[in-house]
């Protein structure tokens, strides 16, 4: 530890450490054990593996799920003199060639990388090589089950604890600023850290920071309120919204009260982020409205002023925003609006990610059908899976992830992408091609097209028994290497080895399927309670701090159990909020939303588009956002319109309209122009009302059948898609 003491002076320029980081510094490099951090945003976490990094032989390998937060940790530690990189696909081939040689020479301190790069086969080859002294793996909530995100966030995170395993990584640590108790047992689960003497928490109870709630059902009630608040401020303030539009009307709003407003969303020009992000670092009394990709490195500590305007999807959310007020200890005030129009758009978030049963059973039929490569490798190209079985992409991947790691049939590995652009880097470089005389080089030829001055050629449909995909990529490459040409590639493909035989059977792939969506069920079902506690948090009876604090665990965090700066704390009463949903639909409503679409195969892809949840099904088919009717029933409970919708489907028998594939382009309708076996799809409705699904068993059967003999044959269709 005498090391670590002079380190932290030298290197980073403090005296003392804050918190529990010593103790924790201690577990790793005294204990030599694994250990859980959790700390409030701001808390200073990162110090907790950067220190003992630098006293430990070897590599600190840091898992981070953003890129802008890993280069920005990795510019503050280049600037103290600490070897620190990021390898990841921002860096261009001179960069990524020097970081990998300095890993490789041991001279690299601190890696950091996201978590899609444990897929990456060069990057695990190369891991074998080192020696990683500590795993450090930041936003660890991640990887629980308990935890929504989980579910929805990065599916990869799910498979870092299976890679420390495997690579002997000599300790661990863990880092969140927002898990509850039953995330931390997931995390200490799965990564052997003992569950008290592990674990480092600070409570999330901040004394400075006063918690208030207001209730105004329109933007205009709201900005009555919001222009005065902001015009109290004493320091820079922070704005969230839910949607990118709201961030651009709420700005402009703000504007003509006098209030000069930047506006900050995933949607902007990164160069513009980055200025907004500057202006209000270097701003004494800056507002920025945004939605929640501001903030993610933002440590500001004299924040005076977080505004929830619409409500946040989660209490883990509305925690760490709130987080980044007041980090100087200078009291700081949270303003939460709550309206009963917001729930709708939170509740689509929630529900947004579960598919149709149906679509989930032909997806997984064709995983399993799909013969494996001459090195045991199955690809898809998840971009066209996702818009044909109306799965959204994250979705996808978290189905795969389940694939390997619940039931252990494939595994993740490098990806590849299958179409190449060859441009030509001199006059004589065709010609050199030309006498190219490989047999990759032959097969290239056959099958590449002209595109003006330049040739295209898929390697997947190109390749044959003799000459594999990869011969054809590695000849591309060396023409590359040889200065003849450049090229682009495109159409990515996910590619997976098949550890164990996958389901065949009709019965095997629903029993499969059927486990796979009663998770979505449940992933769904705890979004919303989430959604449903952030109302009970602003409305309870009780001191908000206290209400705060006791969520994460921390129940004798607040003296007394009150802050006395809070909502409750000043007026002894928790605000008066009615949330509930009209639970019965407008029968003129439902009668307009059938006549929009005809289709009647699906009750709950009817059920989006009244609701207002877009999927790749709904967008190919023009009934998302654009449409006129898209959300005109988001204030009536879902579950009744998934039933209204489930009546109306079984009496067409759960079918499809006929829709030619060509208007579709690159869709879902050929897939659904059978009738008779997809009837299996009717159960996302029947599931929720507790009925039976449309037609008999037998006809059910027979229609997968058709399916697996392959009579109708998707994989058809597929070969039709880039």
């Known amino acids: 530890m005498e090391r670590a003491h002079e380190l932290l002076r030298e290197v980073f320029g403090l005296e003392s450490f804050r918190l529990s980081q010593e103790a924790v ?119 629980s089950q308990a935890s929504l995100w989980g579910a929805s966030f990065r599916p990869e995170y799910l498979k870092i604890a299976r890679f420390a395993e495997e690579h002997d990584v000599e300790r661990v640590l863990c880092l969140t600023a927002t898990a509850t108790p039953a995330v931390a047992t997931d995390i200490c689960k799965s990564f052997l850290i003992h569950p008290t003497k592990g674990v480092f928490r600070t409570p999330v109870y901040r004394p400075n920071l006063a918690f208030k709630v207001e209730v105004a059902q329109t933007l205009d009630k709201k ?52 200025r907004i ?38 209490i883990e959310n509305y925690s760490q925003e709130v987080g ?3 980090r100087d200890g200078l009291p700081s005030t949270c303003l939460l609006f709550l309206s009963s129009f917001d729930i709708p758009v939170l509740e689509g978030f929630a529900r947004g990610d579960t598919c149709s049963q149906g679509d989930l059973e032909l997806w997984l039929q064709e995983v399993a059908l799909k013969e494996p490569a001459s090195d045991g490798a199955i ?104 200065g003849l040409t450049t090229s682009k590639a495109s159409q990515v493909r996910a590619r997976y080895l098949v550890m ?10 629903k029993k499969v399927a059927s486990l796979m969506y009663q998770r979505m069920i449940a992933r769904e079902q705890e979004a919303v309670e989430k959604l449903r506690q952030v109302v009970t948090f602003a409305t309870i009876d ?33 605000v008066e909020f009615d949330p509930a949903a009209e639970a019965i639909p407008d029968p003129v409503q439902l009668k307009a939303i059938l006549q929009a679409c005809p289709d009647r195969d699906d009750p709950r892809h009817l059920a989006r588009m009244a609701f207002g949840i877009t999927s790749p099904r709904l967008t190919l088919s023009k009934l998302s956002s654009s449409h006129p009717l898209f959300g005109s029933m988001g204030h009536v409970d879902f579950n009744a319109l998934v039933a209204a919708f489930d009546e109306e489907c079984k009496k067409a028998d759960y079918t499809r309209s006929s829709v030619p594939f060509s208007q579709w382009g690159q869709s879902t309708g050929t897939k659904r ?44 269709v597929m070969a039709k898609l880039p």
């Open 223 to 274: 900005l009555e309120k919001l222009v005065p608040f902001l015009k109290s401020r004493t320091g820079p303030a922070i704005v969230y919204v839910t949607l990118q539009k709201h961030a651009e009307e709420v700005a402009n709003r703000l504007k003509t009260q006098g209030l000069d407003a930047m506006v900050y969303h995933g949607g902007m020009p990164t160069e513009e982020r980055e």
């Open 673 to 716: 122009s059978y009738s008779q076996a997809n009837r299996s799809s009717s159960g996302s409705g029947s599931n929720y009302r507790g009925g039976g699904r449309g037609g008999s068993a037998k006809t059910r059967s027979e229609g997968w059948q058709v399916l697996i003999d392959g009579h109708f044959s998707f994989l058809d």
């Open 324 to 326: 980044r007020a007041g």
């Open 277 to 314: 992000q500057l202006d209000f670092m270097e701003s004494d009394k800056g507002i920025v409205c945004a939605t929640i990709a501001f903030g993610m490195g933002i440590d500001k500590a004299n924040i005076r002023q977080v505004v929830h305007l619409y409500m946040p999807k989660t």
């Open 542 to 574: 009780d001191c908000l701090a206290q209400n705060l604090a006791s969520y994460f665990g921390d129940e004798g965090a607040v003296p007394d159990g009150m802050c006395g700066v809070c909502s409750f704390c000043n007026t002894g009463a928790g």
């Open 379 to 482: 690809d898809f190209n998840l971009y066209n899976q996702s818009k044909v079985y109306d799965i959204r992409p994250n979705v996808l991947n978290l189905c795969y992830a389940h694939l390997e790691l619940d039931y252990g049939y494939i595994r993740a590995v490098t990806p590849f992408y299958s179409i190449y652009l060859l441009t030509a880097r001199s006059a004589d470089a065709w010609a050199k091609i030309d006498a190219c005389n490989t047999e990759a080089a032959k097969v290239i030829r056959t099958h590449w097209t002209t595109k003006g001055a330049n040739r295209e050629i898929d390697v997947v449909a190109s390749a044959n028994a003799k000459v594999d995909r990869a011969a054809l990529t590695k000849q591309i490459n060396e023409w590359e290497f040889a």
């Open 25 to 143: 510094v201690k577990r790793l490099l005294v204990d030599n054990d694994n250990a859980l951090v959790l700390y409030p945003t701001g808390g200073g976490k990162s110090l907790t593996y950067q220190l003992p990094a630098l006293c430990l032989e070897g590599l600190t390998l840091v898992i981070s799920p953003l890129l802008a937060l890993m280069k920005d940790q990795v510019d503050a530690l280049c600037r103290k003199g600490v070897k620190a990189a990021n390898l990841d696909s921002t860096l261009d081939g001179e960069r990524a060639a020097w970081v990998k040689r300095e890993v490789m020479s041991g001279d690299m301190k601190i890696l950091y990388v996201a978590p899609e790069r444990l897929n990456n086969e060069g990057f695990i080859a190369m891991m074998d090589r080192v020696k990683i002294s500590l795993l450090a793996v930041d936003e660890s909530h991640c990887i």
């Open 500 to 509: 164990k035989p996958l389901p065949k059977s009709v019965q095997d792939i």
